[in-house]
């Protein structure tokens, strides 16, 4: 341990099990190298860090010893407003910068199809860090034309929760196995972006019935907008004679959420998240590939494309 702070930066604690998960692996494997960890006040908890806002906020945003952002969205394309987020990050990254702190962007992906401006803008800011690693190898090989020497920069797949060790502690505590069912990750931000994912259910649907792998359905929400369209999804599958149950995770452990995975017979999903941890238990999966994320994914053994 050395006497130097770090701040936690990133969407963790705000109803995403994948940027919680990321947040816990990192103050699991890297808090240890800090006397102290702060990240924002949030609605809850997903690991031991000092929670601050007012003008501690604003101190350890600025003056921190190390910066560290974990998280996957955080240079996600959202709306024209994520421009705004992306002027942000590059000013607090170039400030610190000046002062000679250290920065950290650490196992994140990038929107690379919004447009040119987009992309030059995320390089900009990713040039004013001291560390910077991404997950998928698109990302990677487009950046390293751009980066700065000064950089230290790296491709690490999914570092943070994609090792299985990070995630094993937390499944032991979780619910016991229930027999045969389907997990389904509902991402309604992500399929509001596609024009076609929604005819794709029907086919979903048809295959994973010729799947032995039970009629119950989990269907998975951590926003508002999933929960409405949940009820979509389970109109569908009550058609076709499946039982469905709606899990929010504002009233889920995450240990319970993750049991679910780990104990799935088939894992459907519109989120990235979703694909790395069916990936992490060896579970087949089935992608409704609505963002650009979920198209850099990489196939396991048990791997069932039917979209």
């Not at 998928?136 to 994609?162: A, E, G, H, W």
């Not at 196995?177 to 389907?182: A, G, M, S, T, V």
């Not at 048809?206 to 032995?212: L, M, P, T, Y």
Request: aromatic share 14%.
């Amino acid at each position: 341990m050395t006497n130097n702070n770090c701040f936690l930066f990133g969407y963790h604690c705000l109803g995403n099990i994948g940027d919680d998960l990321m947040a816990m692996a990192f103050l699991k494997t890297e808090s240890n190298k800090y006397k102290k960890v702060y990240s924002r006040k949030s609605k809850y908890s997903v690991g031991n860090f000092e929670e601050c806002d007012g003008y501690i906020l604003f101190k350890m945003l600025l003056l921190s010893d190390s910066f560290v952002t974990t998280g996957g969205n955080i240079f996600s394309y959202e709306r024209k407003k994520s421009y705004l987020k992306l002027l942000f990050l590059f000013f607090l990254l170039f400030i610190r910068k000046k002062l000679n702190k250290i920065s950290t962007i650490d196992s994140v992906g990038l929107d690379l199809k919004v447009g040119k401006w987009w992309r030059w803008f995320v390089v900009k800011i990713l040039n004013q860090c001291s560390n910077v690693s991404l997950r998928d190898n698109l990302s990677y090989r487009y950046v390293r034309r751009y980066i700065s020497k000064n950089v230290n920069f790296s491709y690490k797949y999914d570092r943070v929760y994609r090792n299985r060790t990070n995630l094993e502690y937390l499944t032991e505590e979780g619910e016991p196995k229930c027999e045969n069912y389907i997990f389904w990750f509902i991402s309604e931000p992500g399929v509001r972006k596609s024009k076609k994912v929604d005819k794709d259910i029907a086919q979903i649907i048809q295959n994973i019935s010729k799947i032995d792998c039970g009629k119950m359905v989990y269907l998975f929400c951590q926003e508002p907008g999933d929960v409405l369209r949940s009820k979509l999804i389970s109109k569908l599958l009550s058609d076709k004679s499946y039982e469905t149950q709606v899990i929010n995770y504002d009233f889920e452990k995450i240990s319970d959420t993750l049991n679910k995975v780990k104990n799935a017979d088939l894992i459907i999903t519109e989120r990235y998240h979703g694909a790395i941890l069916a990936e992490n238990f060896d579970k087949p999966w089935v992608t409704l590939q609505c963002t650009e994320k979920l198209t850099r994914v990489r196939p396991n053994k048990n791997l069932i494309r039917v979209v």
